[in-house]
């Protein structure tokens, strides 16, 4: 069965940084190309953050909306992708999920996010 764990969100003042770990289960990075970092704020529409080629490491970001802030890297051998975000703003304040993208990607594009898991609250204020 699929599982998917984020975890690493705190509340943080703006500035700080944070690294987000997402653990999955189910499968191994040989079956599925790539996966998705979103985030989610209250009131607005689940928004993906983006992606990284598990094969070789290779990150993609969507739009403007991290600015350079976030990086996403992956370790197979322990079946994790991580998110760090460095120099936050209270705009970054959501719950960020990890996903599988089943029908994979391209470029910063996840086709097909299918598994979800509870995700991580990462909160930015003074």
């Known amino acids: 069965q699929v599982q998917l764990v984020e975890s690493g969100g705190d509340s943080v003042q703006p500035g700080g940084s944070l690294k987000l770990s997402c653990v999955y289960s189910?499968?191994?990075?040989?079956?599925?190309?790539?996966m998705g970092w979103y985030r989610q704020a209250p009131g607005k529409e689940r928004e993906e953050v983006g992606v990284?080629?598990?094969?070789?490491?290779?990150?993609?970001y969507d739009g403007d909306a991290t600015a350079g802030r976030f990086t996403i890297s992956r370790d197979n051998n322990k079946n994790t992708i991580y998110l760090e975000i460095n120099n936050l703003k209270p705009d970054d304040s959501a719950r960020y999920y990890c996903?599988?993208?089943?029908?994979?990607?391209?470029?910063?594009?996840?086709?097909?996010?299918?598994?979800w898991g509870q995700g991580t609250q990462v909160t930015v204020s003074s």
């Open positions: 996903t599988r993208c089943s029908n994979g990607c391209a470029v910063a594009q996840c086709f097909n996010p299918t598994n």
């Open positions: 189910g499968f191994t990075f040989r079956d599925v190309g790539c």
């Open positions: 990284i080629y598990l094969g070789n490491g290779r990150p993609y």
